[in-house]
Each structure stands twice: as structure tokens, then as C-alpha cells.
């Protein structure tokens, strides 16, 4: 049972470099998101999918790009890495949409940092 | 707007006495849920407990309960008879009804010592 995987786990990227950290779950779950992890801060949205084909924007998405072509992945890439992305990312899923309160699920995080 | 509050950033207590986290939220919807999440040192984040706003009953979980004030928008986490185990951060989580974002409080450290 993997439930939701990140890879990697950790990197570092030079300013002005991009990357892709990936999100996969075997759960069947239509709802897939990521967050960014800062200290003082706590966890917040970037961007979110109800579905495949269908992402919309949280909180805080400047920088980043996601899709989601397939059920089980999303993807979330950093187009020019800046070190104010220095951050940790959880990417979550769920069985269906948030809004009738289904639990949301974790992957254990992606640890990256922007020299 | 939702937003969630966690005014405390950091609690010590000891092994087997009782604690509370306290969380204030705000939200213009009627229908919503409210979590507790644990992140201990390894970083994973774990559900602890959830209420759902139209439910009257507070919600419990073994050692861990809420104390839901709807009118006052407070969503406290009671944790029971302290374990080592316990030591993490805890999040305040908001979701309303018929959003798909679920808001997050900046976080408590809890330290439990021996």
C-alpha cells in the first residue's frame, strides 16, 4: 500500500534552474494537491486538480506549473528556481473533492533548496 | 475567506498531565470541517481528529478530544495523559463546504518531557 509517493526527496538547484518533483498515488483519488511547508508559516496551497485535466490555483502559485493528465500523477514543476522557494513540498490527495470533508492524504515531503 | 489561527507557537508539558492547543477560525460558510493534524519530527503528517461544524457532539479519538465552540469559532485539541510520542507540531485545518482548499494554522509546537 504506497499511498501517495514524492520523488525526490531531496534536492538542491541552482537559482534560475528548473525541476520537476513528482507526485504519484495508487489510491484511485480524484483530488491530488501541493503544498509548500515554511517555517513560522505552516502548509500552504499552491495549486490543486479535482480531476484529471482539471487544476486550479491555491494560495500561493507564482513560480510553479502543475497538470494532470493521468489519475495517479501531479506533478508539480518549478519553471526558474529561486531561493524563495527554498521549501518543504507535500503533494496530498483525496478520494474526491475537499468539500464535503474527505480526509486528505499526505506523501512524506520533498526537501528542496535554491542556491 | 477562511482562515485559521494558532496564537500559541510553542507548548511544553509533562508525560501524563493534560494540554490544550488552542485554534480560533473564521469562515462565512455555515457547512464546514475542522482537522487536527500531527507532524512530528519526521515531518509526516498525520490526521488526528476531525469534526464537521454541523455536528453538536465534540469529537474524540482515543486520548485526543476537541472542544468545538461554534459560536466563538474556537476549535481547542485536548491531548490526555501525555506520552513522549505526542511531541510534535499540531495543525489547525479548515475546509468549507463546497471549497477545495484546506487552510492551515501556522502551527504549535508541542514538546512532552519525561
Known amino acids: 500500500n504506497a499511498g501517495v509517493t514524492q520523488t525526490p526527496k531531496f534536492q538542491v538547484l541552482k537559482t534560475g534552474q528548473s525541476m520537476t518533483l513528482q507526485c504519484a498515488q495508487d489510491?484511485?483519488?480524484?483530488?491530488m494537491s501541493w503544498y509548500r511547508q515554511d517555517p513560522g508559516m505552516g502548509l500552504r496551497l499552491i495549486h490543486y486538480s479535482v480531476g484529471a485535466g482539471i487544476t486550479d490555483q491555491g494560495e500561493v502559485p507564482n513560480g510553479y506549473n502543475v497538470s494532470r493528465s493521468t489519475t495517479e500523477d501531479f506533478p508539480l514543476r518549478l519553471l526558474s528556481a529561486a531561493p524563495s522557494q527554498t521549501s518543504v513540498y507535500f503533494c496530498?490527495?483525496?478520494?474526491?473533492?475537499?468539500?464535503?470533508?474527505?480526509?486528505?492524504?499526505f506523501g512524506e515531503g520533498s526537501w528542496l533548496t535554491v542556491v | 475567506a477562511q482562515t485559521v489561527t494558532q496564537s500559541q507557537p510553542e507548548m511544553s508539558v509533562q508525560e501524563a498531565e493534560t494540554v490544550t492547543l488552542s485554534c480560533t477560525y473564521d469562515?462565512?460558510?455555515?457547512?464546514?470541517?475542522l482537522f487536527w493534524y500531527k507532524q512530528p519530527p519526521s515531518r509526516q503528517m498525520i490526521l488526528v481528529i476531525r469534526q464537521e461544524a454541523y455536528k453538536q457532539q465534540n469529537a474524540t479519538e482515543n486520548r485526543f478530544s476537541v472542544n468545538f465552540q461554534k459560536a466563538a469559532k474556537s476549535f481547542s485539541l485536548k491531548i490526555s495523559d501525555s506520552q513522549l510520542g505526542d511531541t510534535a507540531m499540531y495543525f489547525c485545518a479548515l475546509t468549507q463546504g463546497g471549497s477545495e482548499k484546506l487552510v492551515f494554522g501556522k502551527g504549535m509546537k508541542l514538546t512532552v518531557n519525561p
Open positions: 469562515t462565512s460558510e455555515s457547512n464546514y470541517y
Open positions: 496530498a490527495s483525496s478520494y474526491s473533492g475537499l468539500g464535503t470533508g474527505n480526509t486528505i492524504y
Open positions: 489510491m484511485n483519488h480524484e483530488y
